[in-house]
């Protein structure tokens, strides 16, 4: 939906899941009240909290199961923010997205996620995962470490996370080759490549760090054949979504020794079955989807609101929008 007249912001309404709901109320509360003084803000940890034919402005909230039924009880919503920054899930619930401003907390992520990406690769760089296990052995072993200094990275997907994460590691010296859509010149990047020229620089790529969005585009993504162009030995870390990595074919490279080793936070069912050939391999740094978590993850989320209210009550286009034709 595309904003005409400048959107008048009289009562916001948050929801989460009720489970932190509680401890998160009070925060969200004071943190629109002050950016906000003459603004209405509601509450709700279920959809039946919320009273039928309730009026509203905008509707703040992650992609929660139950987000349609809350919306079909509120009255006059022209605006949905949604508290994270991957909204795939929200394609398939049942409410109109046309008619709706969609706006996402792009940016909230680069931090925590551009950090998780440097320790994944510093775990496999500085054997991490062998001395850990020398460790539990009681074995004592020395060895030559590498370093990430003159390594080649590909970030794959160069949104805030991908642009953090190049200028991050370009302090460790690497050499950072970003793919983009449309590429453009990044802090920290030697260069920036369109995904169609990403198989001519595989050979040469030592970490693999992928930050794309899960679209129709994107799904299954990294297969065997991509995998498989890799430089032998090389490191792949995948943030982004479960379903763009096809987890077969990364057991295969790690079970050849194509790969070093793979820093996961995603998968294609979450949890993780517990009959997966990734539990408990001896090079996977397995994580339960925690790479964005952050203590500062609200204040940031709310900074983002706040940002994208303000461009549309002056009538302005918001600045993180979704877009509805990329899927994201």
């Known amino acids: 939906m595309s904003v ?125 995962d062998r001395f850990v ?27 805030h996370v991908g642009a953090m994460l190049a200028k991050r590691a370009r302090v460790f010296g690497m050499r950072v080759i970003g793919v983009q859509r449309n590429p453009r010149p990044v802090e920290g990047a030697e260069r920036c490549i369109r995904p169609d020229e990403v198989i001519d620089w595989l050979g040469e790529t030592d970490y ?20 498989g162009a890799l430089k032998p030995g090389a490191v792949l870390v995948d943030i982004s979504r479960g379903g763009i990595v096809v987890e077969s074919a990364l057991v295969e490279a790690l079970a050849s020794g194509r790969l070093r080793g793979a820093a996961l936070d995603v998968f294609e069912r979450e949890p993780l079955p517990p009959d997966s050939a990734l539990w408990r391999h001896p090079r996977v740094l397995l994580t339960p989807h925690v790479a964005g978590t952050t203590p500062y993850y609200m204040e940031r989320a709310l900074e983002v609101f706040v940002e994208n209210a303000r461009c549309l009550m002056r009538g302005e286009a918001p600045v993180t929008p979704v877009d509805t034709g990329a899927g994201y």
């Open 4 to 128: 005409r007249e400048p959107l008048r912001l009289e009562h916001i309404v948050f929801l989460q899941k009720h489970t932190v709901f509680a401890e998160q109320w009070e925060e969200v509360a004071d943190f629109l009240k002050q950016a906000f003084p003459d603004v209405r803000v509601t509450g709700a940890g279920r959809a039946e909290d919320l009273p039928p034919g309730l009026e509203a402005d905008v509707v703040i909230a992650p992609t929660l199961p139950w987000l349609p039924e809350a919306l079909e009880r509120l009255r006059g919503v022209r605006w949905l923010h949604l508290l994270s920054s991957g909204v795939d899930a929200i394609w398939d619930m049942p409410f109109d997205k046309k008619n709706l401003v969609l706006t996402r907390s792009s940016g909230v992520h680069a931090a925590p996620m551009s950090e998780y990406a440097l320790g994944a690769m510093l775990y496999f760089a500085k054997s991490f």
């Open 133 to 159: 296990e020398q460790a539990r052995d009681g074995f004592w072993q020395r060895a030559w470490l590498d370093e990430l200094t003159g390594r080649r990275l590909m970030i794959l997907g160069m949104g």
């Open 208 to 227: 693999l760090v992928v930050c794309l969005p899960l679209t129709a585009a994107t799904r299954n993504r990294i297969d065997a054949a991509f995998v």
